[in-house]
């Protein structure tokens, strides 16, 4: 009786500890109007108006959850990635932030000033700064044609593309 006693209550602290973590987590990174911790997934579901702050830039959508254990997230529901002057828009999004990767799929948008891609998919790494589209990619630049392929890589810092 003892050990299923403190078993119970170690349970209760642990999850009373992982929700005040989460709390704090809500306040500087993540924002969202509904929120809760899925016990048997171990994620953290999200949704309405969410908006995940990111160093000069942020990632929003509607519906989303979170691993904090492997900083993962997936997202689904329409999600926008904005840094700097760069946008990716896409139907859903996984993102590592511990490795700093993002992959968008689902009508995969990337816009800049004189620039926008198109494809099916965008694998993104925010420390290489490389984009790769995947998919039907078709690249728009004012006063070219626009040119199709199956893949195409860009670099996102120095704007060239990577051939």
Do not use: C
Request: hydrophobic share 40%; proline share 1%.
């Amino acid at each position: 009786m003892n050990k299923l006693r403190i078993t119970i209550i170690a349970s209760l602290i642990l999850l009373s500890f992982v929700t005040t973590s989460f709390a704090a987590v809500n306040n500087k990174y993540f924002k969202a109007d509904k929120q809760y911790f899925d016990i048997e997934t171990g994620h953290y579901v999200i949704s309405g108006n969410i908006v995940i702050n990111l160093e000069n830039g942020y990632i929003s959508g509607e519906k989303a959850q979170v691993k904090l254990s492997t900083l993962e997230f997936w997202g689904t529901g329409g999600w926008l990635l904005k840094q700097y002057d760069v946008t990716f828009k896409g139907e859903t999004a996984y993102v590592v932030f511990g490795k700093d990767i993002a992959m968008i799929e689902g009508g995969a948008d990337f816009q800049r000033t004189n620039l926008q891609i198109s494809s099916d998919r965008v694998d993104y790494n925010w420390k290489t700064k490389i984009a790769a589209f995947k998919g039907n990619v078709k690249v728009a630049q004012p006063g070219l044609a626009t040119v199709s392929s199956d893949t195409v890589k860009y670099n996102v810092q120095s704007k060239e593309f990577i051939y």
